[in-house]
């Protein structure tokens, strides 16, 4: 019996922090707002629609939540084409064996559907995810695990049967809760910090096929 691989995006396929904190800090100027200490931290793997009146407090109207939004990521598309992007080591070999053998794959994010498609645009990958689960799927955000469910739904499988890759603490809170397999990529916390999941590691080539099946008690 098979299982699938649901991704994160963010900090799990490809390292964005740097023009996701580039993007807010360009906004927050061009809108003259301030960015309290420590935003982007407490801001990490949470859908913008939350981060702009919970964590950034500009707004709690709903049009102007949207146009932040929008504004954001229309300049963090513009970040990531004008200075190319790159995935994180070891990636693509673990996304070619899954591919090779077989394994179902899906990227389950928070991120803008446009985003990931441009950025595998860029990456010329867009073959390795024939099924994408983005914010504007879902109704609500990490930690809940609708975006996960959906992912699960989409592969054909029950929860049980999927294994979620994830490195923001909401998001293994999210797989917890859908009841899936959870493996930790130490991108954004260090391994002390991510006792939750069910394997940590620090690249996504360090597993093995093997490893994977072992999760759903079947190693061959």
Known sequence: MTFGAIFDWDGVIIDSSRYHEESWERLAKQENKALPPGYFKKAFGKRNENIIPDVLGWTQGKKEIQRFSDLKEKLYRRIMVDRGISPLPGVKPFLEMLQKNKIPCCVGSSTPRLNI???LGLLGWENYF???ITAEDVS???????????????????PDRCVVFEDAFVGIQAAKAGGMKIIAVTTTHPPSE????????GRLDELSIAQLKAFFGNSR
């Open 117 to 119: 498609i441009t950025a």
């Open 194 to 201: 991510l006792t939750e999941a069910d394997l940590v590691v």
């Open 140 to 158: 609500k955000g990490k930690p809940d695990p609708q975006v996960f469910l959906l992912a699960a739904q989409k592969l054909h499988l029950s």
């Open 130 to 132: 024939p099924i994408i």
